[in-house]
Nanobody, 119 residues
Framework: QVQLVESGGGLVQAGGSLRLSCAASGSIFSINFMGWYRQAPGKQRELVARITSGGNTNYADSVKGRFTISRDNAKNMLYLQMNSLKPEDTAVYYC?????????????WGQGTQVTVSS
């Protein structure tokens, strides 16, 4: 199993920056890729950014050029640097890990951290 704990959310004005962190523990060696998702009120959860164990990244079009995902494998940490924040970035942000649990690929989720961007 993989356990994830997010931190770093908060309230920020439009144009500001925040850095989210996610601490992973458990069967770290079984993780394939990790990512950040977000869910705004009344909307479905959506992928924000993803990074593979080899460091390849992909981003939602809405955050390209503003957000940067990174991971520190030595510290078992995942980060999301968010710059030029917009009110539409307001959501609960979740850390995700896709890992091999037994013979099956599985997903683990953190508890979420609230990001609120005021206009």
């Amino acid at each position: 199993q993989v356990q994830l704990v997010e931190s770093g959310g908060g309230l920020v004005q439009a144009g500001g920056s925040l850095r989210l962190s996610c601490a992973a523990s458990g069967s770290i060696f079984s993780i394939n890729f990790m990512g950040w998702y977000r869910q705004a009120p009344g909307k479905q959860r959506e992928l924000v950014a993803r990074i593979t164990s080899g460091g390849n990244t992909n981003y939602a079009d809405s955050v390209k050029g503003r957000f940067t995902i990174s991971r520190d494998n030595a510290k078992n940490m995942l980060y999301l640097q968010m710059n030029s924040l917009k009110p539409e970035d307001t959501a609960v942000y979740y850390c995700n890990a896709h890992f091999l649990g037994g013979l099956n690929w599985r997903d683990s989720w953190g508890q979420g951290t609230q990001v609120t961007v005021s206009s």
